[in-house]
């Protein structure tokens, strides 16, 4: 009998593809920088807070900036951002995402959001799932960065249930280590190679389902 008690989801990568909207808008802040963001360059912000993301951006570029340049730069990547996540839809959920979110609370389990950005609360709105969580922890509400455990600590403090009866879904090797620090389970979704530290890795929650749930 499995004591899994709450699942808590990473959003960007694991319940909708806004990732490639931050590429885009890093890209376009690094070619008026005067230089180019590649996809692999790319692969290394995921789970990234917004400013680390700039730092490292600006160190692949080669460029210093001050602290107050910084935060401007940060404000209109953030900005285009926005503006492409102002427009999405329910469409833009991942496949089997939203089915295995409802699986899960039908089965009595609780359900939470950790992630790492400041914009969750738009998109959640964007594609209408926001009352699928029993508790919404995002870059709003913690601040240190995965992976330390903060994010699903909180989540799992606002769910009032223990670490060891949660169980993490995550698309970066960041998060998978964010909730192994914090004592719970972690679903890796992606590939194996990469989320070598998950007890089970799939390749999106439309492969996820109650069976292998409990097997963890
Ligand atoms: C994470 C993304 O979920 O949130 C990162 O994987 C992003 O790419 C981070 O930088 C912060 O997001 P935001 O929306 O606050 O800039
Ligand atoms: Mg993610």
């Given amino acids: 009998m499995s004591i899994i008690k709450a699942c808590i989801f990473d959003l960007d990568g694991v319940i909708v593809d806004t990732a490639v909207y931050h590429y885009k808008a890093w890209k376009r802040l690094a070619n008026e920088l005067g230089f180019d963001l590649t996809v692999d360059e790319n692969e290394k912000l995921k789970g990234v807070s917004r400013m680390r993301s700039l730092e490292l951006m600006l160190q692949w570029g080669g460029i210093t900036k001050t602290p107050e340049e910084q935060e401007a730069l940060a404000a209109k990547k953030n900005a285009w951002y926005v503006e492409m996540i102002s427009h999405m839809t329910p469409d833009e959920i991942l496949p089997g995402a939203k ?64 670490p060891a009866d949660c169980v993490v879904f995550e698309d970066a090797i960041a998060g998978v280590e964010a909730a192994k620090n914090g ?22 929650l439309d492969k996820m389902s109650l069976e292998k749930l409990y097997t963890l």
Avoid: H, Q, W, Y
Avoid at 123 to 151: C, Q, R, Y
Avoid at 183 to 204: H, W
């Fill in 99 to 162: 089915e295995f979110v409802i699986a899960c609370r039908e089965a009595g389990l609780k359900t939470a959001l950790g992630s790492a950005s400041k914009n969750s609360g738009t998109i959640l709105d964007k594609v209408g799932i926001t009352g699928l969580f029993d508790a919404i922890i995002d870059g709003n509400k913690v601040s240190k960065p995965k992976p330390d455990p903060e994010v699903f600590l909180v989540a799992a403090e606002e769910l009032n249930i223990a």
């Fill in 183 to 204: 004592g719970m389970k972690a679903v890796g979704i992606g590939s194996p190679e990469v989320l070598n530290e998950a007890d089970l890795v799939v390749s999106g």
